[in-house]
């Protein structure tokens, strides 16, 4: 997964991550594990949320990586495209 940069597109992140920073996107402020899993339409099949679950746990390599921002432990915002990397 590549390191965020200025002008990069997310395009270049595969289909699962890009689905997040969408709903991350929509909802405007910083979601929880949950949360997401609901507007993915997740929330009520077990092994959908399960995988998300895996998913949103290597979130944290997209916060490293400059994607996401991770305000307080546990939410995680979009990285404003204006923003510097970290």
Known sequence: MP???AG???TVLPVAYRDVLEVLADAGQG???KQ???ALGLAGERRG???LR????RLVRLVRRGWLVEPE???YVRRHQGA???
Request: hydrophobic share 55%.
């Open 36 to 38: 997401i899993a609901v």
């Open 73 to 75: 432990v546990g939410v």
């Open 3 to 5: 390191v965020w940069q």
């Open 49 to 51: 949320v399960e995988g």
């Open 84 to 86: 510097e990397s970290p």
């Open 31 to 33: 979601l929880r594990a």
């Open 54 to 57: 895996v998913k949103l746990k």
């Open 8 to 10: 990069m597109a997310e």
